[in-house]
């Protein structure tokens, strides 16, 4: 028998992340090819905006996907999200050349207000919350504050395109296959103060550390590449990650729903007092997924290398949830 399709609302869904991301999740690579899906798009209530929300509309229809069992274009939150399974909060602004994402809180943050507030309303109970807008950790905060009636873990922001590139970077410099790297994470704020550890990585049974072997290496040329990577892609592209921060989307709700087999990924989650970090403050952590449900990875060491930055990136993400302070 065929499942019950389920709903997954997408807003900024005329934007460039919603237009690499929309054709996939209808396809199934989302939630997987057995899966039909209801696609609730919101846009801004803006004619130009609306009329390319509906042109998207009309591409999905002409790929005929046999998953896609409907579509609505909706301008208001409340309808959009009205029981909802999944949310993948995308609309926003993105930065242009010379800003940092953190400079997109005045701009940005009131959204998560709004659509945390109207989740909290009209979604499903089990809604799968991910926040892609930027700054994404600090939004998606918001957003779950907005949202007392929901269950805090519901909320997460995308960390996983800092995983992701980290993983290609290792992959490079170690000379391994990215599919045989286990074990790799990404600490903090989706920012250049994240911190990607390597520590534990594991490929084949063999320390990544040991492989690579070269501390200056991790210092000086890994982390300012994975952590600035984003403003890279700006300069060349004169645009930010499209394809690519799609792609994570897709990978962060795929395990959230599908499970990783025990394998570590990266999740932007609330803190439940984890490795010192404060309860709610939303953290980059290793986790594994299972039956619809994320675990952060326990008792893992930290070094003081690793301290010193994972108290920077906190830091960091502390400044910014006093900033919006009068937004939750
Ligand atoms: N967390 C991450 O790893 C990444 C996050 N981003 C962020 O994702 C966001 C979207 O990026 P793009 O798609 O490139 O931007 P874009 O400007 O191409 O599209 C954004 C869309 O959101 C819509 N929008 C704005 N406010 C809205 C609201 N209140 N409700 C519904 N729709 C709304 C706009 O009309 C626009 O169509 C930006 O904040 C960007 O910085 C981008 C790459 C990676
Ligand atoms: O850098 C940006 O503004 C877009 C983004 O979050 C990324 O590519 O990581």
């Known amino acids: 028998m065929s499942k019950k399709p389920v709903r997954v609302a997408v807003t900024g869904a005329a934007g460039q992340i919603g237009y690499a991301l929309l054709f996939r999740i209808a396809s199934g690579e989302m ?18 905006a609306q009329k390319a929300l509906k042109g998207v509309m009309m ?3 002409d790929c005929a996907f046999p998953l896609l069992a409907g579509m609505e274009a909706h301008s208001d939150p409340m309808t959009a999200f009205k029981d909802t ?11 242009g050349p010379g800003m940092e994402r953190a400079e997109l809180l005045a701009v940005n943050g009131a959204i998560f207000t709004a659509q945390g507030k109207a989740l909290d309303k009209v979604a499903s109970r089990n809604v799968k919350v991910l926040v892609v807008g930027n700054p994404a950790n600090t939004n998606a905060y918001i ?11 519901n909320f997460t922001a995308m960390l996983r395109l800092d ?43 063999k320390a990544v550390k ?6 200056a290496w991790n210092a000086d040329v890994f982390l300012p590449t994975v952590g600035k990577r984003g403003a890279a892609i700006i300069e060349a592209r004169g645009l930010s990650s499209a394809a690519s921060a799609a792609n ?17 990924v990266t999740m932007g989650v609330p803190s439940n007092g984890d490795y010192g970090i404060p309860k709610d403050v939303m953290f980059g952590f290793p986790v594994t997924t299972a039956n619809g449900k994320y675990e952060i990875v326990k008792g893992l060491e930290i070094d003081a290398f690793s301290q010193d930055r994972i108290n920077k990136t906190l830091k960091e993400l502390q400044d910014e949830q006093a900033g919006v302070a009068h937004l939750v």
């Open 163 to 205: 995983h992701n590139r980290a993983l290609s970077q290792v992959a490079a410099k170690a000379k391994v296959a990215v599919a045989d790297i286990e074990k790799l994470t990404v600490w903090g704020n989706h920012s250049p103060t994240m911190y990607a550890d390597y520590r534990f990585a594991t490929v084949g049974g």
């Open 85 to 95: 399974d999944y949310a993948l909060l995308v609309g926003s602004r993105p930065r």
């Open 210 to 215: 040991d492989l690579i072997n070269d501390q």
């Open 31 to 48: 939630l997987g090819k057995d899966q039909p899906v209801i696609l609730q798009l919101l846009e801004i209530p803006d004619e130009k």
């Open 59 to 61: 591409e999905l229809d």
């Open 248 to 264: 994570a989307a897709i990978d962060h709700m795929r395990d959230w729903a599908l499970g990783t087999n025990g394998k570590w």
């Open 143 to 153: 957003a779950m504050k907005s949202a007392p009636s929901l269950p805090r873990e």
